[in-house]
């Protein structure tokens, strides 16, 4: 299970690798999840970032990158909190402001 932990953090499947490590059943030691956590940081997040870039495009890049860096340095196991926390907002980043999404509010 801890292969395809680092799989989703090497990947930059943020949400799954939260969704995984919030799984009650699912236990790593410190060690490990700072192990996975590192992974997710150092080859995850940019690929994250890069995509949310690509597909949303709503935040500017100082915005994303402003994101980004608050998840890096929540990226510990002491902090997995706060890891959890900031990685749910980049990931949410810019979704109520998506104006595709106000159109068709506004339409309804």
Known sequence: MRE???GF???????RLLNTLNKRDIILTSFELDEVLRAY??????KEVEILK?????????????LAEEVRGNC???RYDD??????????????MNP??????DLV
């Open 4 to 6: 395809k932990i680092i």
């Open 9 to 15: 953090a090497e990947s930059g499947k943020g949400r």
């Open 41 to 46: 940081c150092e080859i995850g997040l940019p």
């Open 54 to 66: 690509k597909r949303r495009g709503i935040l500017s890049d100082n915005q994303y990158n402003a």
């Open 76 to 78: 510990c196991s002491e």
């Open 83 to 96: 890891f959890a926390v900031s990685l749910r907002t980049l990931l949410s980043s810019g979704m109520r």
């Open 100 to 105: 595709t999404k106000t159109d068709v509010e």
